[in-house]
């Protein structure tokens, strides 16, 4: 068990001035937020897309003034099930459950309802109709990228498909190249493969070897999770295949800048929203049920195409600047209401 007090007043005042709010600007039971403490139950931490999810779930806590309790099953899905009976046995107001296997978390979830407990789920379905869906907008994320594939790459490839089944955000983009696939024929899946073992990136590289062996036709992969492409883009280096493999990808974060940036990358392109900000999001989402409000049954975050050109041509090396050169990508105008208040910028 990992929980620890997140927040302190000294961030809650500091969050509060920097964005002009009050305590007593905000509704019950947020007005004496001192009193107010929710819980993040998180299945995934590894890899800097859970990181910066982690920030922004902090700093949108510590804008609201709230005790933030963190629990990390690190991908034991009985135990993140055992987490969440444990925030519900400390009372806490409201939780904020993080991805995660249907299977294991459906009932989890429930019992955290039946307690009174104000509960939503990220990149997690817990096929419950009073827990709200934060989500990227998974589906987009895979079919963005997909037709960033077939504008560099046409419409006639052999392809390698890194896939772990059972995984929300992986279903809904497992769906649009499901759809690509059907509408073009002439792109084959001739090698699928994924592994959720940690270390996630070394773990797909292993068996991104094999494939590539198996399989020399290959010209474009698609692995919708950055650790994914990550582990590919490693074992095309070593191959020495880097100059004819495209590798297109989701999600982002400074070391996928990086790599995507290295002279001759493979890695072509991502499509991504900022984990910061879906953490934010979440927090607010939640935020808005604890004060009697309706964030809606899907929060959706908007995600953005991100290539490797855009990046060279702007000299971006990092987050910070990626935001700068793509306002939409610092903040989601989602899940926001005239009392809240916001992380300092």
Same mark, same amino acid.
């Given at each position: 068990m990992n929980f620890t007090r997140r927040v302190t007043m000294g961030l809650i005042a500091s969050a509060m001035m920097a964005t002009g709010a009050s305590a007593q600007d905000m509704p019950a039971p947020l007005d004496n937020p001192g009193d107010v403490t929710i819980a993040l139950v998180r299945y995934l931490s590894t890899g800097d897309f859970f990181q910066a999810y982690l920030a922004g779930v902090e700093s949108q806590a510590a804008a609201l003034g709230v005790d933030l309790r963190v629990f990390d099953s690190r991908q034991d899905a009985a135990l993140q099930a055992d987490m969440v009976d444990q925030a519900i046995a400390l009372g806490v107001d409201g939780i904020v459950i993080q991805h995660g296997l249907t299977e294991s978390m459906k009932e989890a979830a429930q019992r955290a309802v039946d307690a009174g407990i104000k509960v939503v789920a990220f990149d997690v379905n817990v096929e419950n109709d009073a827990i709200p869906q934060i989500e990227q907008s998974d589906y987009l994320l895979g079919k963005l990228a997909l037709e960033q594939a077939i504008e560099d790459n046409g419409t006639s490839w052999d392809a390698g498909y890194v896939y772990v089944p059972g995984i929300a955000p992986l279903d809904r983009r497992h769906v649009a190249w499901e759809e690509v696939k059907e509408a073009n024929s002439g792109i084959r899946e001739v090698a699928q493969m994924g592994t959720l073992d940690n270390p996630i990136a070394n773990s797909n590289a292993n068996q991104a070897r094999s494939v590539l062996q198996a399989n020399p036709t290959i010209s474009v992969f698609f692995a919708p999770y950055d650790e994914f492409a990550k582990g590919v883009k490693i074992a095309v280096d070593e191959a020495g295949l880097s100059g004819d493999i495209s590798i297109y990808s989701a999600d982002v974060s400074t070391a996928d800048i990086s790599a995507m940036r290295e002279p001759g990358s493979a890695w072509k392109a991502t499509v991504a929203t900022n984990p910061a900000v879906v953490g934010e999001v979440s927090?607010?989402?939640?935020?808005?049920?604890?004060? $009697? $409000? &309706?964030? $809606?049954?899907?929060?959706?975050? !908007?995600?953005?195409?991100?290539?490797? &050109?855009?990046?060279? #041509?702007? &000299?971006?090396?990092?987050? #910070? #600047?990626?935001?700068?050169?793509? !306002?939409?990508?610092?903040?989601?105008?989602v899940a926001m209401t005239d009392w809240m208040p916001l992380p300092p910028r």
């Amino acid at each position: 068990m990992n929980f620890t007090r997140r927040v302190t007043m000294g961030l809650i005042a500091s969050a509060m001035m920097a964005t002009g709010a009050s305590a007593q600007d905000m509704p019950a039971p947020l007005d004496n937020p001192g009193d107010v403490t929710i819980a993040l139950v998180r299945y995934l931490s590894t890899g800097d897309f859970f990181q910066a999810y982690l920030a922004g779930v902090e700093s949108q806590a510590a804008a609201l003034g709230v005790d933030l309790r963190v629990f990390d099953s690190r991908q034991d899905a009985a135990l993140q099930a055992d987490m969440v009976d444990q925030a519900i046995a400390l009372g806490v107001d409201g939780i904020v459950i993080q991805h995660g296997l249907t299977e294991s978390m459906k009932e989890a979830a429930q019992r955290a309802v039946d307690a009174g407990i104000k509960v939503v789920a990220f990149d997690v379905n817990v096929e419950n109709d009073a827990i709200p869906q934060i989500e990227q907008s998974d589906y987009l994320l895979g079919k963005l990228a997909l037709e960033q594939a077939i504008e560099d790459n046409g419409t006639s490839w052999d392809a390698g498909y890194v896939y772990v089944p059972g995984i929300a955000p992986l279903d809904r983009r497992h769906v649009a190249w499901e759809e690509v696939k059907e509408a073009n024929s002439g792109i084959r899946e001739v090698a699928q493969m994924g592994t959720l073992d940690n270390p996630i990136a070394n773990s797909n590289a292993n068996q991104a070897r094999s494939v590539l062996q198996a399989n020399p036709t290959i010209s474009v992969f698609f692995a919708p999770y950055d650790e994914f492409a990550k582990g590919v883009k490693i074992a095309v280096d070593e191959a020495g295949l880097s100059g004819d493999i495209s590798i297109y990808s989701a999600d982002v974060s400074t070391a996928d800048i990086s790599a995507m940036r290295e002279p001759g990358s493979a890695w072509k392109a991502t499509v991504a929203t900022n984990p910061a900000v879906v953490g934010e999001v979440s927090v607010r989402a939640l935020a808005i049920m604890l004060t $009697g $409000g &309706d964030p $809606g049954a899907s929060v959706i975050v !908007p995600p953005t195409l991100i290539t490797q &050109d855009f990046l060279n #041509e702007n &000299d971006i090396k990092n987050m #910070e #600047e990626l935001s700068a050169k793509m !306002p939409q990508f610092a903040h989601a105008d989602v899940a926001m209401t005239d009392w809240m208040p916001l992380p300092p910028r």
